[in-house]
């Protein structure tokens, strides 16, 4: 995938590997890329080729091709979401902070993130908001058409709306959520499939091991999806490897 993204034209880069390495360093602490050791290079190189990376799409088609490799069960998938912490420093890139993923909610300076995983806990696709931005207007950021289509959806009472269950039966799709108290028309749940929801829980546990992802540091939408993408990827590579 490295080889594909690499413009013609473009410089041999001395060791992709290196590359790679100093990015999940990156990811891992959570450091400014100016403290990056210098045995993974020159820190301005370093990240050069993870903006030219994650400009081109990089992350995205390899979490696409890992979900299209029938690996994991996709026929039960989550979806939930999350609200992180923006460092005072993220803020002032270009286009206004709204554009990029920034929101005020109770938590301050925040971002949230919303995400998809599959019956082993897998991320499959996420997508970032503002951080006071509802959970069902976050839906359609990650139910996408590319992706494997799911017999069973769990979420909490954070997506009952009546647009994303008729959306989910249209589809044959059974919707595993429960009833807002403000719903007139009463709907059960499934408790036993509902308790499976914990796997995404655990999902958003361990990407914030990453503490780029932990906490946001990074001034623009591209550069912060792409970290949570790399870390992403880094599960299913753990999980496939064992």
């Not at 300076?109 to 976050?138: C, E, W």
């Not at 009546?162 to 719903?183: F, H, Y």
């Not at 091991?209 to 540091?217: D, E, G, K, Q, W």
């Amino acid at each position: 995938f490295i080889l594909a993204v690499r413009a013609p034209n473009g410089r041999k880069a001395a060791n992709h590997r290196l590359v790679l390495d100093g990015i999940f360093w990156i990811a891992r602490t959570g450091a400014p890329w100016r403290d990056l050791p210098g045995e993974f290079g020159k820190w301005s190189s370093v990240y050069r080729q993870f903006r030219r990376w994650t400009l081109a799409g990089l992350w995205q088609d390899i979490m696409d091709a890992l979900n299209q490799s029938g690996a994991a069960p996709s026929a039960l998938q989550m979806i939930d979401s999350t609200v992180i912490r923006a460092h005072h420093q993220a803020a002032g890139a270009k286009r206004g902070t709204p554009r990029q993923g920034f929101g005020r909610s109770r938590g301050g300076f925040t971002t949230k993130i919303h995400l998809l995983v599959n019956a082993h806990g897998l991320p499959m696709r996420t997508g970032i908001t503002p951080g006071q931005t509802s959970d069902y207007l976050g839906f359609d950021l990650v139910m996408a058409d590319n992706l494997p289509r799911p017999s069973v959806l769990i979420a909490d009472r954070g997506y009952d709306a009546d647009k994303i269950r008729n959306g989910m039966e249209a589809r044959n799709v059974l919707p595993v959520i429960p009833m807002r108290k403000s719903r007139k028309k009463r709907i059960g749940v499934d408790r036993s499939l509902y308790r499976l929801r914990n796997l995404v829980e655990r999902c958003f546990n361990k990407l914030k091991n990453a503490r780029r992802v932990a906490t946001r540091y990074d001034k623009t939408a591209e550069s912060f999806l792409g970290f949570i993408d790399i870390t992403s990827i880094r599960l299913w590579v753990r999980h496939l490897s064992t």
